[in-house]
T-cell receptor, first 114, second 114 residues
């Protein structure tokens, strides 16, 4: 099946710094990618839909100025957590939409903000 | 809005035992239903899906039937193996434009022992 990678897999940063997470579709092109957030023992919550060449669509309650999404190419979407704070600590997962409308998921990035 | 409820885990079974993980949903319209599996350190993988009522999805010995009358999509396997140990997520899709948005349950951790 199709492969999606995320980088980094883990990141620890100080409060107030910005963190960038990359999501790449390795063997297919994806005009649409999704970013999810997962809290311990909870389900994946969709944060935003990333569309290549246009602005991302954010879910209700997600701060677009805090979680900056750039879908720079058909194989790359980035999520930047701006001025991260401890409450932003979480597991962030991306997925890429393949031609048959199936989502392929990355392995996730664990963010810890001290 | 859409929601998915699945049984809390962890579920601990001996090898060759019968597995059932319950999943019920609330949705408008006629969603597609999915089971995803997440092995340790890996991204979510699609295990099986069903796109309309009474459809049965199956893969790797796992089965689930789309029951519209009970709004359920329970996952079953007749004989589990140690290698089935993972977290299982039930999900449904609702379309926005041309992209499928997924709503996930909280996940159920399965631990299979010898």
């Amino acid at each position: 099946g199709a492969v999606v990678s995320q980088h980094p897999s883990r990141v620890i940063c100080k409060s107030g710094t910005s963190v960038k997470i990359e999501c790449r579709s390795l063997d297919f092109q994806a005009t649409t990618m999704f970013w999810y957030r997962q809290f311990p023992k909870q389900s994946l919550m969709l944060m935003a839909t990333s569309n290549e060449g246009s602005k991302a669509t954010y879910e209700q309650g997600v701060e677009k100025d805090k979680f900056l999404i750039n879908h720079a190419s058909l194989t790359l979407s980035t999520l930047t957590v701006a001025s991260a704070h401890p409450e932003d600590s979480s597991f962030y997962i991306c997925s890429a939409l393949a031609g048959d409308n199936e989502q392929f998921f990355g392995p996730g990035t664990r963010l810890t903000v001290l | 809005g859409n929601s998915v409820t699945q049984m809390e885990g962890p579920v601990t079974l001996s090898e060759e035992a019968f597995l059932t993980i319950n999943c019920t949903y609330t949705a408008t319209g006629y969603p597609s239903l999915f089971w995803y599996v997440q092995y340790p350190g890996e991204g979510l993988q699609l295990l099986l899906k069903a796109t309309k009522a009474d459809d049965k999805g199956s893969n790797k010995g796992f089965e689930a039937t789309y029951r519209k009358e009970t709004t359920s999509f329970h996952l079953e396997k007749g004989s589990v193996q140690v290698s089935d140990s993972a977290v299982y997520f039930c999900a449904l899709s609702g379309y926005t434009g041309t992209a499928s948005k997924l709503t996930f349950g909280t996940g159920t951790r399965l631990q299979v022992t010898l």
